[in-house]
């Protein structure tokens, strides 16, 4: 598998550090009850098809990337900087 | 049976090589299979199940039967393929599953009792009783199955890995693959041009079919030659691709040293390569299936292309009386092959009725090889058609079911073939692996213009993708022969038919599933372990879902195919791992003091990657325990030196660092002053604790961060997931400076004298209270101090830049001895915090809260950070969870142990009862006893309480009395003095 790094260009996945879904990118504010953060920190989607997903590009430019996935055909559509994809 | 004048061997250099003890010689160019079928051995091995005699099938690396042990000790490699296996001087090979020879095997009772051993032999047999698995049933099996064994010894052969980038990856060097690196590298595209045979040309180098008016191998041998002469063409023989993955990744095996004799020189044995390529070309070609009838598992029984192979590639004649049997017009090549060689062809027996007449043949059509008879080898056929029964005596009988493209790797990535009727086997299907173009007889095209050609379109396609101009090639005059096939997967009749050969599968267990309902072909594929050898079922898979289709009424394409999965051919986990066995399996760092350390005798443990020094033996200490209780007193009486350089260190920058630090640590660090430092408990969202460490403040906007040594990768990413994923708006950087900086502890009484002996200038008492920091200079050199203490005394640490730290560590261990003090290792540090309730990963372990820690008030209430939120859920702050307490030995047992488990006094200790755990245990030499730290339900209402610590896998029980976790200095009095 590669991604191809805004920063580095394509790269062998062995350079990357997999976190997870991109929902943890929607931290909910700190009063938001109970249910949000819950939400937040446990529940995840577990799609059959295109889903967003944090990779950190820890042996390159130590970006934190969004990349968009098709678990299904491993197809990659996207790659972002996280701090670009929140706004 | 050699014969004259045939065959691509290099008779003028020949080989001596042993099979079985026997000594043999063969010819430079021939495998071992050519060479034991031209000294006209044609037994190689035994079956699986059955150890049943077998001899060669095929001429190719899908060879199920001929699988011998190379070598012996630690060079010995079992399930060889004899077909792949290249002779050299000196080779040496045994046969394998069979005792106490390959000609009397006493395991061939197996075939005796068969009718008992079909499929679900084991799920029916081995259900009960219980008890009966592990001691007998499971050993009986595991000594009766299976194929080769290893040596047990340690492999001393070397291994590599290595990548590879291209534009085009063609894969199979056949008449289509040459083609299409042909069109490519002519058209300047940056080629590879992969095949696992030991010389390039395919199926070309086993026909007589000409191309452009020269034999088929001498055309291929100029092509290669065309394309080693370009610099943008890379050929790599020997090497198998093994699987397709992502975004045009690719898995190769090279196999390097196979083919000659291991001198331990600077080549590996294999390589494992992992190649990129925009685009690729799979031209892996096909593979000749059997025809199932009875016994047509004997030695001698061969499909008929590995016949004509061995004839026209190695010169071999695989017998004497040859017979041909097949169901398309393929194996009629085979007939006109031989008898142009002059051996003999008994009969050509064709199920068509209408298949065309072979002249100079004696030829039965509509006719089937009904069972065959022989020893240890072939010995007649019995051929039936409407006339009746007839027996030939034939030594050889060449079959050919058909040729099944070779999809594998089009189905790599999930993409499942498409049934094509013409040729009554699978194609892949369009783009099922993306970038990836296949041709020729891999997709079903099978005369060698039809090779040629695809190949050509194919490169082109691949080509025009990647924007690179098509070159022009002609394509060469070669036969366009149609192919004429009529379905033949199962002569009827009783007895046994194998479809399966090296699993030991026939056509009756495929049956037997299907009429116990395993219908699915994944299911009967499991049931029966029909494709689940080492050949992953190359040569069976087909007729056997074709039997399958047969006896549940369904069409093939519905009963649909396996899955494939990589590899496309064992690969070695040697290979895959190269370069990890022994210290290659993690990096290694070591500290700057490392080398000092080793040289005053400390032995050196593992922290993580790390290596740190346990501890510094002196003369007339004999126990570890000695040294370190030493050292724990130098500390708390004079002074100790300890290299502390392996905690992370990160260095965090910008006008909004505090603020970002705020939203890091659960506690405050905006009102830290500039030349200050202070503990910091970083939690994380969940609301547990996720690791600790000091953070000093260096500047207004400058802060220099501590982690635990385990923690500091983690933590780095974390840091940089809260910047660029959550605030971004913040003007903050973060840099590692672990490696850049060295950081000791100097520790004790007296470790402001030895600084004050050492800096430039003195240390003044107003400027350096506990938890200071700032610059200093020593010898001219900006350094670092921090008084900060992980042991409770009056301590410092001080940094400098890495290239001083050998030099300095040295001076300063010199300049403690001096002090009545030392250096002190992993051992003294653990004692020295268990002493004063310090938490390591130990205690932090993921599961802890800063509640269950004691330090649930350090949670600031006036700010939002990390975990906060979700650290406020009732259950993380319950009364009734476990607490960090410390934990003193009271009664006869003295002996505390980590990992044991807490009990009421009273209570029986089992489960139910479970009180708690031990986390962190030490001998104390200050204290004189053992002293444990550990969780306790409740525990900081308990100090006082006795309970007990049974430690269950070492069986020992303690009665304890819980303490405060600190057991030494507890006001903290010496820390300030």
Redesign the interface.
Known sequence: MRINCPVCGERDRREFYYKGAAVALERPAPDAGEAAWDEYVHLRENPAGETRELWYHESGCNGWLVVTRNTVSHEISGVELASEARS | MRVEGKGLIDRDQEVAFQFDGARYRGFKGDTLASALLANDVRLMGRSFKYHRPRGVLTAGSEEPNALVTVGSGAAQEPNVRATVQEIYPGLSATSQNRWPSLGVDLMGVNDLVSPFLGAGFYYKTFMWPKSFWEKLYEPVIRRAAGLGALSAENNGDRYERA?AFCDLLVIGAGPAGLMAALEAGRAGADVILADEDSQMGGRLLGEVEEIDGKPGHVWAGDIVAELEAMDNVRLMTRTTVTGA?????FGALERVGHHRKRRGDALPLECFW?I?AKQSVLAAGSLERPVAFRNNDRPGIMTAGAVRAYLNRWGVSAGRRVTVFCNNDDGHRTVRDMLAAGVHVAALIDSRHDAETVPGVRMFKGAMVSDSGGRTGLEHVTIRSVGGEDRIQTDCLAMSGGWNPTVHLTCH??GRPTWRESIQSFVPSPDAV?GMHVAGACNGAFSTTGCLREGVEAAKRALDAIGVKAADVALPAAEDGAYRIAPLWAVPGKGRAWLDFQNDVTVKDVKQAAVENFRSVEHMKRYTTQGMATDQGKNSNVAALAVLADVTGRAIPETGTTTFRPPYSPVSIAAMGAGAQGKGFAPQRFTTSHAASVEMGAPMIEAGLWYRPSYFPRAGESTWRESCDREVGMVRESVGVCDVSTLGKIDIQGADAAKFLDFVYCNMFSTLRVGRTRYGLMLR??GHVMDDGTTARLGENHFLMTTTTAAA?EV??HL??L????R?ELDVAFVSVTEQWVQFAVAGPKSRALLDGLLDAPLKDEDWPFMACGPVALGGIAARLFRISFSGEHAYELAVPSRYGDSLFRELVKRAEEMGGGAYGMEALNVLRVEKGFITHAEIHGRTTAFDIGMGRMVSAKK?CIG???SE?PGLCDLGREQLVGLKPVGEVKQVTAGAHLFRAEDAPKRENDQGYVTSVAYSPTLGRMMGMGFLKNGAERHGEKIKMVDHLRGIECICEVTGPVVFDPEGGRVRG
């Open positions: 990548f993955y992502d975004q045009g990744t992992r990129v990535m999930n993306p969202e969940d990768g780095m990413r940089e997931f910047h660029q994923g959550l971004p939002d906060k939120t979700m859920r």
